[in-house]
């Protein structure tokens, strides 16, 4: 199969794609307008890696808040070019080192739709994944299984074979991003959904969903203060998510006012001082094996950072 041929088989309809989001219809149509912007952007990077060289691929036209979301589908044909053409990671690897490098937390989130698509595990015959970031892999398996299979996910609670044991708690951070999109963002459908799951599992799942609230900017801070409400012992969840937000805006050199609010919001802290709890606690985690049981002693230490500045939300 020539380069050609395998770009069209593979190409996205950015429209079909907003039109296949899975959920009821987004009773706000602001926030709806916002995500559908989000999906369009992640088809964008997709189909623009697809037909560029990842090391000279140039996402510069699209509005900076968009770009962390376009690099995440850009991430996800990367990793399916490289996959089906055994390149053993070459294209994901000069994203990484080139274009990419602002957007690490994003690249391998959406190396993780990849694998999901082809039903391997993360980083098999890839061997490119950064340290410890390369568990995100499993957050991004998560989403795209939420979001193309939402009945089974969402609502059955079924978690895919591959997916169980250790790596579960990541994979469900993933479903929670997801969830964010399937509820249109809106605080009771996320806290109604949730609240059928088994109770060990929705504190990833409320992870994500922080993580996903501050990064969109969906939501201004008054409706965030309900989703908070709802969240109820699982606060530390939603700021932990919303740390990691933070820092990934922050790395890439644009912070849109919307997700500095959200992230104020959801952790009582700025930007910059969210930011810094992930940066610690990873450097304490750095110092242990490079296995799931440090990536989640890495969101433990900025919940723990988060309770030690009051655990308050102002």
């Known amino acids: 199969m020539t380069a050609r041929s395998l770009r069209r088989l593979l190409s996205l309809d950015p429209q079909e794609l907003i039109r296949s989001r899975p959920g009821p219809p987004v009773g706000d149509p602001e926030v709806g307008r916002t995500l559908d912007t989000v999906v369009h952007s992640f ?43 055994l390149a053993r990671g070459r294209r994901m690897r000069a994203l990484l080192d080139g274009p990419g490098r602002p957007y690490v937390h994003l690249i391998h989130v959406g190396a993780g739709w990849a694998f999901a698509r082809l039903r391997v595990r993360p980083w098999t015959g890839m061997p490119v994944g950064q340290r410890l970031f390369r568990w995100l892999a499993w957050d991004g398996w998560g989403f795209h299984q939420a979001f193309f299979r939402p009945r089974a996910v969402l609502v059955e609670h079924r978690v895919e074979r591959a997916a169980r044991g250790d790596v579960r708690p990541i994979r469900d951070q993933g479903v929670g991003r997801a969830l964010w999109f399937y509820a249109g963002a809106d605080p009771a459908l996320v806290a109604e959904v949730i609240d059928a799951f088994p109770a060990g599992r929705r504190p990833d799942l409320w992870a994500g969903i922080g993580l996903a609230a501050a990064y969109t900017g969906a939501q201004p801070p008054e409706r965030l203060e309900d989703l908070l409400a709802r969240a109820g012992g699982h606060r530390e969840h939603l700021a932990q998510g919303a740390a990691f937000a933070a820092k990934a805006h922050q790395i890439s050199g644009i912070v849109p006012e919307r997700s500095a609010d959200a992230v104020a919001a959801l952790t009582g802290a700025g930007v910059d001082d969210a930011s810094d709890w992930t940066d610690a606690s990873l450097k304490e985690a750095l110092r242990r094996p490079d296995d799931p049981a440090t990536y989640e002693a890495w969101r433990a230490g900025i919940r723990r950072a988060w309770a030690r500045q009051g655990g308050v939300v102002s």
């Open 43 to 85: 088809a964008t990077g997709y189909n623009a890696a697809l037909g560029a060289p990842p090391g000279a691929l140039d996402l510069s036209h699209l509005p900076g808040p968009l770009r962390g979301f376009a690099y995440e589908g850009a991430a996800m044909s990367i990793g399916l070019v490289d996959e089906l053409t």
